[in-house]
């Protein structure tokens, strides 16, 4: 199966924007969902299908997927964003998360 | 309210069998476009896929782990079962039981339980 690549971890001052990579054989032509993880949390989903918001996400957070990168960008990011992201994607029947991308707000 | 909850033992032995039990409610596990998948985190490390099952009893498993893995239904108790053998300490993980939606193309993992904590020690 493929394997998706995150980078461990991105930092971030509060109010920029943060962008975290995901990177796979093809991946633009998946459809990628977005995780956030707080600590002591389970995964709450935060975007799906490449681009949308579940009911009750802030706008700041946003995706795209294009060539072999997809990206949650979290604009105006708030302490309370700190978190482990992680992204997600079919493969015929089965379920790829990448290794998790920890964000720090600092 | 959708909710899922994870019940099953915390602790287990080196070659044992592990039985867990996710029990389902604000959703029928008869619904066609509703299943259900477990999936683990070891501390402090990343998520891993291991099965899910649909409506109509159809079972996927980890190519990695397919051979330990095994996912059932009770619709009537709205439970899910998932047992794997052979339990090592590489095991030790929480592990969540996940609702799966088809709704949308492709599925969405849009609810998840709280997670239990399954240790592998003599």
């Known amino acids: 199966s493929s394997e998706m690549t995150q980078p461990p971890s991105v930092s971030v001052s509060p109010g920029q924007t943060a962008s975290i990579t995901c990177s796979g054989d093809?991946?633009?032509?998946?459809?990628v969902s977005w995780y956030q993880q707080r600590p002591g949390q389970s995964p709450a989903l935060v975007i799906y299908?490449?681009?949308n918001r579940p009911s009750g996400i802030p706008e700041r957070f946003s995706g795209s997927n294009s060539g072999n990168t997809a990206t949650l960008t979290i604009s105006g990011t708030q302490p309370m964003d700190e978190a482990d992201y992680y992204c997600?994607?079919?493969?015929?029947?089965?379920?790829?998360f990448g290794g998790g991308t920890k964000l720090t707000v600092l | 309210q959708v909710t899922l909850k994870e019940s099953g033992p915390v602790l287990v032995k080196p070659t044992e069998t592990l039985t867990l039990t996710c029990t389902v409610s604000?959703?029928?596990?008869?619904?066609?476009?509703?299943?259900v998948s477990w999936i683990r985190q070891p501390p402090g490390k990343a998520l891993e896929w291991l099965a899910h099952?649909?409506?109509?009893?159809?079972?996927t498993y980890s190519p990695t782990l397919k051979s330990r893995l095994s996912i059932s239904k009770d619709t009537s108790k709205s439970q899910v079962v998932l047992t794997m053998t052979n339990m090592d300490p590489v095991d030790t993980a929480t592990y969540f039981c996940?609702?799966?939606?088809?709704?949308?193309?492709?599925?969405?993992?849009?609810?998840w339980g709280q997670g239990t904590l399954v240790t592998v020690s003599s």
């Open positions: 997600q994607a079919w493969d015929r029947s089965t379920v790829m």
């Open positions: 299908r490449d681009d």
């Open positions: 093809d991946l633009g032509n998946k459809y």
């Open positions: 996940v609702r799966m939606n088809s709704e949308t193309y492709p599925s969405l993992l849009d609810y």
């Open positions: 604000g959703f029928s596990l008869s619904n066609a476009r509703m299943g």
């Open positions: 099952i649909l409506s109509n009893d159809e079972e």
